[in-house]
């Protein structure tokens, strides 16, 4: 079946770096798109950054532009969430996603993604 394996989150300082990843397997078409979106505690799961696999297009939410940037490596089946200037508003659990091709100028839309990964935890502290 499908799945996704997130992974690469832990304690940074506020202005720090990570780099997360998403292993995707058992998906047969190649015109998904993946979406990683946040949850932090007491709030909705909001997108973040979504690629469009097959296109090799990018978007992100204003939130999170010109902060982090989504990148894939199909020979790795990896997509990746580089995240920089981190800040402590940025402590969420961290989800990647997968669905039809949908991956719109304002961000991934939580609706158009059907398969989630477990999550990974951010936490950025001050």
């Known amino acids: 079946d499908v799945q996704l394996q997130a992974s690469g989150g832990g304690l940074v300082q506020a202005g720090g770096s990570l780099r997360l990843s998403c292993v995707v397997s058992g998906f047969t078409k190649d015109d998904y798109a993946i979406g990683w979106f946040r949850q932090a505690p007491g709030k909705e799961r909001e997108g973040d950054s979504c690629?469009?696999?097959?296109?090799?297009?990018?978007h992100s939410a204003d939130s999170v532009k010109g902060r982090f940037t989504i990148s894939s490596d199909k020979r790795k089946n990896t997509v990746y969430l580089e995240m920089n200037g981190l800040k402590p508003e940025d402590t969420a659990v961290y989800y990647c996603a997968a669905g039809p091709n949908t991956c719109y100028p304002f961000g991934p839309r939580l609706d158009d993604y059907d398969y989630w990964g477990q999550g990974t935890l951010v936490t950025v502290s001050s």
């Open positions: 690629i469009s696999v097959s296109d090799e297009y990018t």
